[in-house]
């Protein structure tokens, strides 16, 4: 806790302006934003489903490292309401990355909102885009959450999409954040023309298993996807497709403070 602390703290007092959010007179609290968020990267470390669980075993054993600590309803709002920060900080925790090499994976995993005996009933953030995909699996209901991760394991970016979204259209945008390389892919990102557009527009070649003739690729292949469902298996650890949040603002947050305790662990500041 104190080296997560020590982390958001560090952050934020070298970028004071992303403090200038407030427009109230109470714009210096005395629970402080890096103790908001201090609590919501907890959930990792303390290996629990739901930040509400987080926050009532912070409240009812690490009270004295919060002195001013508030209700739960209000450390949820404010701590939402850092959305932005987070997405600093997870650009901060790829700082401890040795990435030197342009070798990515991109993959896309289902985030469902519900369990499939409501599907016949749900209407949670159907207004947020959330609609019916389906995976090897079977059918869900909820989003997909699309990400591009080094060959380390990384996250270098992920998108929120409705789970009836084509892997193509955010496997384009996610490859642009990057200076090109090589990617693989399973076969949610076929065909000749995409293939031609991410090379064109984002510098990328891109490996699916379609290509996998020559025994070189063949491993290559197989040692990514043992990296990617290795970083899945870690999402999953941090309960990522295990949904709680009742707007999109929230459960994206959430999603996102996930990839900041990811990437922190990857890069040997806290516990893989």
């Not at 990267?41 to 004295?64: E, H, P, S």
């Not at 925790?93 to 040795?98: I, P, Q």
């Not at 699996?137 to 909820?142: A, D, I």
Request: hydrophobic letters at 40%; a positive charge; one cysteine or more.
């Amino acid at each position: 806790m104190t080296t997560i602390y020590c982390f958001v703290d560090d952050f934020l007092q070298a970028h004071p302006s992303l403090a200038t959010w407030r427009r109230s007179p109470n714009n210096e609290p005395a629970f402080t934003d890096a103790e908001v968020l201090t609590i919501g990267l907890m959930q990792g470390c303390l290996g629990v489903a739901t930040l509400k669980k987080t926050y009532q075993i912070i409240a009812n054993n690490y009270r004295d490292a919060f002195p001013h600590l508030c209700s739960y309803r209000q450390w949820v709002a404010r701590l939402h309401a850092l959305t932005g920060i987070v997405g600093y900080l997870i650009q901060e925790a790829l700082k401890g990355h040795f990435m030197e090499s342009r070798l990515y994976v991109l993959d896309s995993k289902p985030i469902p909102l519900c369990k499939p005996v409501r599907h016949g009933r749900v209407r949670l953030m159907r207004e947020d885009g959330a609609f019916f995909g389906k995976n090897s699996v079977g059918w869900f209901f909820g989003f997909k959450l699309h990400l591009i991760i080094h060959h380390t394991g990384a996250i270098l970016g992920a998108l929120l999409t409705p789970a009836n979204c084509d892997d193509r259209d955010p496997g384009l945008a996610l490859a642009r954040i990057t200076s090109g390389g090589v990617a693989l892919a399973d076969l949610g990102y076929p065909g000749a023309e995409f293939e031609a557009t991410l090379q064109e527009e984002a510098g990328m070649v891109l490996i699916t298993p379609k290509h996998a003739t020559a025994p070189h690729r063949k491993a290559l292949i197989s040692s990514l996807r043992e990296r990617v469902e290795t970083t899945n298996s870690q999402l999953a650890e941090r309960s990522v497709d295990r949904v709680r949040s009742r707007s999109w603002n929230g459960l994206w947050n959430t999603i996102k403070l996930k990839r900041v305790h990811l990437n922190l662990g990857l890069a040997g500041i806290l516990p893989a």
